[in-house]
């Protein structure tokens, strides 16, 4: 499988399970509702994804213009558009 098919895959997954804590937070199922501290869980799960994938991949994938569009940018818009689901219909 591509390297490339690997990370965004892996950018997904975590995207959406980002998402689901975010949206835990933005609703209080943990005792407490803060939306900026949601964004933030969302950041930091972004970060140390991107260290995994960095693992992963090596020097196969370089140049932060690649990482944007292979790992940023399909977590970050899963993570959009599943967090906005959940927040409205859970």
């Keep these: 499988m591509d390297i490339t098919i690997k990370i965004t895959s892996i950018h997904i997954v975590f995207g959406l399970i980002a998402a689901l ?3 835990a937070l933005s609703l209080g199922w943990l005792g407490f509702k803060n939306d900026v501290f949601a964004f933030f869980v969302a950041v930091i799960i972004l970060y140390f994804v991107g260290q995994f994938c960095q693992k992963i991949a090596g020097d196969e994938i370089s140049g932060f213009s690649q990482w944007l569009w292979d790992g940023i940018a399909p977590f ?3 993570w959009v558009i599943a967090y906005t689901l959940f927040v409205m219909y859970l």
Excluded: G, M
Aim: net charge neutral; glycine share 0%.
């Design 76 to 78: 970050y818009f899963t």
């Design 21 to 23: 804590v975010s949206a």
